[in-house]
């Protein structure tokens, strides 16, 4: 704990020294990015653009994950739709994210469920490869057991599959929040009239460095307290059968 | 074929069982394995190592469907017990059993961890028990669904001698107060010897029944010496095959 205070601090001079090396306009200091963050909550802008920000990550999140997972599930489990699909898969993952944004606008409107659905397609290949991974790594010693003891789906599924892909999920997960919210920027730069990326957009326009370095690292820190509050106490949950070594 | 008939009574029949290897070869490693269990009967089947026994076991429980030939299974429910726990190592102990049966009751629950010495480790995770204690919990979980019909895959390999001795005695008191058909695999000729009430064996390749007789002579009156000549006998079954 005390190292990461040191370096926290050793950051903040750090930036301090920079700033005023370089001048407040290319590198506000500390104090000016704080001063434009608290004029930005006094408005109300703040909340406003966190909160679609964060329904957006919520939303490409979850279609994500959810249809990731299963399309995952499938390819690792039967050879066959894994060969079908593979190539898709590799297109995908090799599409420049912004080429999926800009067609996705252009094809659907920039509306809300083009851009979420750009981001969601963005993630989806990220997800399906991860799974795949954790879906063929099944025990088959484990099904086996499930089938002569006539589990049901639902029963297989909760204690037989899931627990095994559970640090697969967790891996999908933080990888996928990371890149969900980056993309969610992007999209919101281009065509949404709101949300943390329309606010940092505006404010590279205005030449305001420090309302984009506020934005970002208020982002940042929303993400952090996403993955500390829940991403890690369900890989705690997930992992608590294992012994711990002594 | 694999279907469901008559309650307690386990009717084998294979013609034929062929795998094929990594390397691309069919070989064929069961031939004309038929026999009957009469409900309540406990059976050893008795082989060398790789001679199918466990292939066989697996074709009985269904998990296995590619063979020539019919098993007709007592009704549903079947208890197994792999040659390995397979326990959800991400569930207790407790959790592992109630998964698999979710209709016992917590009284009947009691009486088989009890049986089984397993009382102080419900709560536990299979990952903190010692191999003994994790076979004990997966002979819980095939009792607790109340089989119809048990099969038990060497579940007493790699025990010390007086743990699976432990369990041997433990498991038969099980299976007689149930009266539960049991199929016990095993290449331990006196522990056969000195369990069940017949004996089926098991040799060559591909693998056919090369002796098949009962023990007569009560389990609970079984002096060593008898247990020993009984071995003696299923060994001279292999060797004038061989």
């Known amino acids: 704990m005390i190292w990461r205070i040191a370096s926290l601090v050793g950051f903040l001079l750090a930036w301090q020294l920079s700033s ?3 001048g407040g306009m290319l590198l506000p200091s500390p104090e000016a990015v704080l001063m434009a963050l608290l004029e930005e909550a006094r408005s109300g802008a703040l909340a406003l653009n966190l909160l679609a920000t964060l329904a957006r990550v919520a939303a490409a999140f979850t279609v994500a994950i959810l249809a990731g997972s299963a399309i995952g599930y499938a390819m690792g489990r039967s050879a ?7 190539p ?6 090799n599409l420049p994210a912004l080429v999926i944004i800009l067609l996705a606008y252009v094809w659907f409107g920039l509306t809300e469920a083009a851009a979420v659905g750009a981001v969601a397609i963005n993630k989806l290949p990220n997800t399906i490869a991860t799974l795949r991974e954790g879906s063929r790594a099944l025990d088959p010693a484990l099904d086996e057991m499930g089938e002569a003891f006539t589990f049901d789906p639902l029963t297989r599924a909760r204690h037989i599959v899931v627990p095994q892909l559970a640090p697969y999920l967790a891996a999908a997960a933080r990888t ?3 890149l969900v919210w980056k993309i ?8 949404r009239p709101n949300g943390v990326g329309f606010a940092i957009g505006t404010a590279f326009q205005l030449f305001d460095v420090a309302r984009i370095l506020a934005y970002g690292l208020c982002f940042v820190a929303v993400m952090l307290a996403i993955e500390t509050c829940l ?8 992992s608590r059968w294992r012994t711990r070594k002594a | 074929m694999h ?26 490693i069961l031939a004309d394995i038929s026999f009957v269990l009469a409900p309540g009967e406990v059976t050893a089947l008795v082989g060398p190592s790789g001679s199918g026994k466990t292939t066989l076991l697996r074709i009985i429980a269904g998990l296995d469907h590619d063979f020539d030939g019919e098993v007709t299974i007592p009704a549903q429910r079947l208890g197994f017990v792999f040659q390995e726990p397979r326990l959800l190592p991400w569930r207790s102990v407790e959790e592992n059993v109630r998964i698999a049966a979710p209709q016992a009751s917590a009284l009947e629950l009691d009486a088989i961890f009890n049986a089984l010495g397993l009382g102080q480790h419900r709560q536990h995770f299979p990952g903190e028990l010692s191999l003994g204690l994790a076979r004990r919990a997966a002979v819980a979980r095939a009792f607790a669904v109340r089989p119809d019909l048990l099969l038990l895959d060497e579940p007493f390999v790699s025990l010390d001698e007086t743990l699976a001795r432990q369990l041997q005695e433990e498991l038969i008191a099980l299976v007689e107060s149930r009266c539960v058909t049991s199929l016990l695999v095993t290449h331990d000729i006196l522990e056969a010897a000195r369990l069940v009430e017949r004996v089926i064996v098991l040799d060559g390749r591909p693998a056919r029944i090369v002796a098949d007789f009962q023990i007569e002579m009560p389990r609970a009156r079984r002096s060593t010496g008898f247990v020993s000549s009984v071995a003696d006998r299923i ?8």
Do not use: C
């Not at chain 1, 898709?88 to 993952?93: E, F, G, T, V």
């Not at chain 1, 992007?186 to 065509?191: F, K, P, Q, R, T």
């Open chain 1, 231 to 238: 991403v890690q106490p369900f890989e705690r949950h997930a």
């Open chain 1, 176 to 178: 996928g929040l990371s």
């Open chain 2, 235 to 242: 060994r001279a079954t292999r060797l004038t095959t061989l």
């Open chain 1, 184 to 191: 969610v920027l992007v999209v919101e730069l281009i065509g």
């Open chain 1, 80 to 86: 066959t739709f894994d060969r079908v699909a593979d």
């Open chain 1, 88 to 93: 898709w898969l590799i297109l995908l993952l």
């Open chain 2, 3 to 28: 279907r469901v008939g008559e309650p307690g009574k386990l009717e084998v029949s294979i013609r034929k069982k062929a795998v094929r290897s990594a390397a691309g070869e069919r070989k064929q």
């Open chain 1, 20 to 22: 005023s090396l370089a």
